[in-house]
């Protein structure tokens, strides 16, 4: 049998044998080097070939490295450690606003000096006469005069790019977790080891000849044929799949939900990406210094700044935040701002899509769902990205209900494929009564979507008088959960192995 499959292997596949061998286990670019193999490609296709047969087994490693995000971030102190050198300069306590004043820090740079001070233990934050005071503490007397495991990880990224087995695993976190300071990239390496039957086979002879495929009328005219070794053909060995063309699997959901929801009746809308925080935030009734607002947290264009708006419907929105408007509602109590609400930002929410609609089309009914990308200043990492695609539904008719809304999620849910699904008792700015939506998924219950009813402050504006029923939900949620997807990044690196092989849902 040993002889059978020597007869069966390729020049190629005998000489990776032969070089592992030497080295039992070693890496495709070691092989291709003492092998003395042209090209990389033809170790792994005889690689390939030899795992098929049972001989070698090809094992790959994820291995990530880090870099700085920007070369000045080695060469300039971390917020937090130029905010603890004024503290120190001035004694050890400060106000917030002499931060602000500092040349040291920029004003965008103060909220996370602060953030990360207090996080790190270095500073307390208190009040005092109407003002903020930070005051150092031992801990940050310390810090002083001695670098953090982050300060010393950026002095060494400065130098050049270290492995994951150089780095301390929680730090890398930490800095993980902040804008533009470290980059990862991940590297896939491939070994390639002998089985015993492999360590069997390459131990017997094996001779290299010169082999070929196909039986040409020049082989036979000129006699050649006679010096070479027609390779043999195993017609039982393992094929390859065959990979026709595919849709991606997040915009296999897209159609599929977008599907779901014309069977039930829906209209789809869909508006642009720019809005004024007038659409976004200020027509949803969410107060004008909502933390949600926070330039850390949104994407405020450059150009266009401002957006202009309709007169009328700002002096409604105007009343409602500020007394309540015609409402037995007493609003937020501040003095709205039309500058605030001029601003121009990238979309945080597709609920923006639904609020515009319903200014247009205050009468019933109204059935309308929209899919599309928002974007959030969000640190990336595992589960966050700062554009991602999120699905937004409403339903606005005479009699409307929480039990209709109730059912509507039910029906939606298990046409996506989940059977157990639980509502519980929630809280979003602008619905009320507002529902969280649970979904059973590996003997877990995992939340998954927020729902309710529009608050009359959100609707009354726009002259809607009936019950409007609204929900929303992440898309690459959704995709993770059905595929077992662990890191969120990984939906967009095109891992091509993983494109070929995710099963239809």
Known sequence: MSEKVIEELSNAEKQLLLTLKQLDEASAED???IGKFSQLVEVMNAASWL???KLVVISEKVKNYYSLAKKQVATKDLPERRALKILKKNHGIAEVDELSKSSKLKSKEVQVAIGWMKKKGWATISKSEGKTILEITDKGKSACDVKGKDEKLIELLGKGELSEDEVDKETVKTLM?????????SVVLRSIKLTELGKEISSLPMILKKQVSQLTTELLQTGKWQEVELRRYNVDTFAPKMYGGAVHPMQRLILKIRDIFLQMGFTEIETDFIHSCFWNMDALFIPQDHPARDAQDTFYLKKPARLKLDETLTQKIKDMHEQG?????????YRWDLREAEKAILRTHTTVNTIKYLSENPDPPVKVFSVGRVFRREAL????LPEFQQIEGIVMEEGANLRMLIGILTEFYKKIGFEKIRIRPGYFPYTEPSLEVEIQLGGKWLEYGGAGIFRPEVTSPFGVKHPVLAWGLGLERLVMLRYDIKDIRNLYFNDIEWLKNAPFL
Do not use: V
Not at 177 to 185: A, K, L, T, V
Not at 325 to 333: F, H
Not at 381 to 384: A, I, N
């Open 31 to 33: 092989i291709q080097k």
């Open 51 to 53: 795992q098929s047969k």
């Open 177 to 185: 977790s902040r804008q533009d300071i470290i980059n990862e990239r």
């Open 325 to 333: 408007g015609d409402l037995p509602s007493t609003g937020w109590r």
């Open 381 to 384: 990492d595992s589960t966050h």
